[in-house]
């Protein structure tokens, strides 16, 4: 086996592993231990990054097929929320960012059509950088509503139960969700930004779908950001914005490149 494979097989492994310990810890009725999840996390981290490393680079360019995108975006998940672990609870997200990080491995090593690299020369690869961290901040804020939708479903019932009894407050909650949301809308500003400027043509036939969801998915934080701001938008109307616009941005990528790789083949 390659250098490639076992990264990955280890990777794949080691976030099992720290899938397994988050879940457990958070079955207690005590806070979890940050170490015990974070550090297999992060040797997973760095065993994914190898293994992504001898899947997308070449002397030729950069293999950006479905799957490895993928990949890019759960392992980039990852790195993000240990990264926000060094200033917020953000210990709770893992329990989703490690076992979609697992998922993608398999797929990238052995699910991934062959296609041709990608040359990333005249800002190209900004373009590519800002999307793949706009999407995996933006994913992250995704997670975080969907945790608040249920942590304020249950305090309307009047009880929090199971692991929600280790969460931050709700206003926290909401206030981690929107600093999210902020850092992903910029990214994806910068992203959508380098495209106009570095992509020859973005409402070219195949890359026009990505185009106007991705300008549609922006508009949508916008909004939703503009509401925070000048009519103190949270609850259930921000979770709605944020979802929507996620669902948006997943289709306009993941969606087209799907068609395009498994249906048209291109």
Not at 147 to 153: A, C, K, L, S
Not at 200 to 205: E, G, I, R, S, T
Request: with cysteine; aromatic share 10%; glycine share 8%.
């Amino acid at each position: 086996m390659t250098l490639t494979v076992i990264s990955g097989i280890a990777a794949f492994a080691l976030y099992t592993l720290a899938s397994l310990i988050v879940f457990s810890q958070f079955k207690g009725k005590s806070q979890p231990s940050r170490q015990s999840i974070l550090i297999p996390g992060s040797l997973a981290l760095i065993a994914h990054g190898v293994s992504l490393w001898g899947i997308m680079v070449t002397p030729n360019g950069l293999h950006l097929g479905l799957f490895a995108v993928a990949s890019t975006v759960g392992a980039t998940c990852v790195l993000a929320v240990l990264i926000s672990c060094l200033r917020r609870p953000f210990e709770w997200i893992n329990a989703i960012a490690y076992p979609f990080a697992a998922l993608t491995i398999p797929c990238m090593l052995w699910g991934s059509p062959s296609s041709n690299a990608q040359p990333l020369a005249h800002g190209l690869g900004a373009h590519v950088l800002f999307s793949i961290l706009a999407y995996a901040v933006l994913a992250i804020a995704a997670a975080q509503a969907v945790m608040v939708r249920i942590q304020d479903h249950q305090l309307k019932e009047g009880h929090i139960r199971g692991i929600m009894r280790l969460f931050p407050p709700v206003q926290v909650m909401e206030t981690m969700l929107f600093e999210a949301i902020w850092v992903g809308e910029a990214l994806l500003t910068i992203a959508i930004a380098s495209g106009f400027f570095y992509v020859d043509n973005l409402f070219a036939q195949h890359l026009v779908h990505k185009t106007v969801l991705t300008l549609i998915a922006w508009v949508v934080f916008a909004i939703l950001l503009a509401g925070r701001y000048l009519r103190g938008w949270r609850g259930r109307t921000a979770i709605r914005f944020t979802l929507s616009g996620f669902a948006v941005l997943l289709v306009g990528f993941f969606g087209s490149q799907l068609v395009l790789e498994f249906i048209l083949k291109r």
